[in-house]
């Protein structure tokens, strides 16, 4: 295995985690509320009256802060090594353990360990455990 060193960029990482971290503690502190994604996304697909406004402004938020930091930064083109097929049925793969866990990764990683609770550990450490297994399956199983 080798380090793409190019894409190796602790400084960035960690300014993003320090912000993403402040931001959902201010989240909590301030209006009570958890930031953890899938539960924000699906509270607008079953909207309530008084609810849907702030969660609007929060995915808006999020679909719109890469083109924001294009303004201020060059912003690397992405590139998926993956087809179409995998894709599609990754993300719903994951949208079904996002349901079954209750939350998302945003929502027990980042949040739920902040409260210590143990529900968000031990669904945080399955999804780093199944993410672990995937990547050695297919990095050193199957055959390429």
């Given at each position: 295995?080798?380090?793409?060193?190019?894409?190796?960029?602790?400084g960035?990482?960690?300014?993003?985690?320090?912000?993403?971290g402040?931001?959902?503690?201010?989240f909590v502190?301030l209006n009570?509320r958890i930031a953890g994604?899938?539960?924000?996304?699906?509270?607008?697909l079953?909207?309530?009256?008084?609810?849907?406004a702030?969660r609007?402004?929060?995915v808006?938020?999020?679909?719109?802060?890469p083109?924001v930091?294009?303004?201020v930064?060059?912003?690397?083109?992405?590139?998926?090594?993956?087809e179409?097929?995998a894709?599609v049925s990754?993300g719903?793969?994951v949208?079904v353990g996002?349901?079954?866990?209750?939350?998302?990764?945003?929502?027990?990683?980042?949040?739920?360990?902040s409260?210590?609770?143990l529900r968000?550990?031990?669904?945080t450490?399955?999804?780093m455990?199944?993410g672990?297994a995937?990547?050695?399956?297919?990095?050193?199983?199957?055959?390429?």
């Amino acid at each position: 295995m080798t380090i793409d060193w190019n894409a190796f960029t602790p400084g960035t990482a960690l300014a993003g985690g320090v912000l993403i971290g402040i931001a959902a503690a201010m989240f909590v502190l301030l209006n009570g509320r958890i930031a953890g994604i899938s539960g924000v996304l699906g509270g607008l697909l079953v909207p309530r009256r008084g609810d849907v406004a702030w969660r609007a402004a929060f995915v808006a938020g999020l679909l719109s802060a890469p083109w924001v930091y294009g303004l201020v930064a060059a912003v690397r083109e992405p590139h998926v090594a993956a087809e179409y097929g995998a894709l599609v049925s990754a993300g719903l793969l994951v949208g079904v353990g996002t349901r079954y866990a209750a939350g998302c990764t945003s929502g027990h990683g980042v949040c739920g360990l902040s409260r210590l609770s143990l529900r968000s550990l031990v669904a945080t450490l399955a999804f780093m455990g199944a993410g672990f297994a995937t990547v050695f399956v297919l990095r050193h199983v199957l055959p390429v």
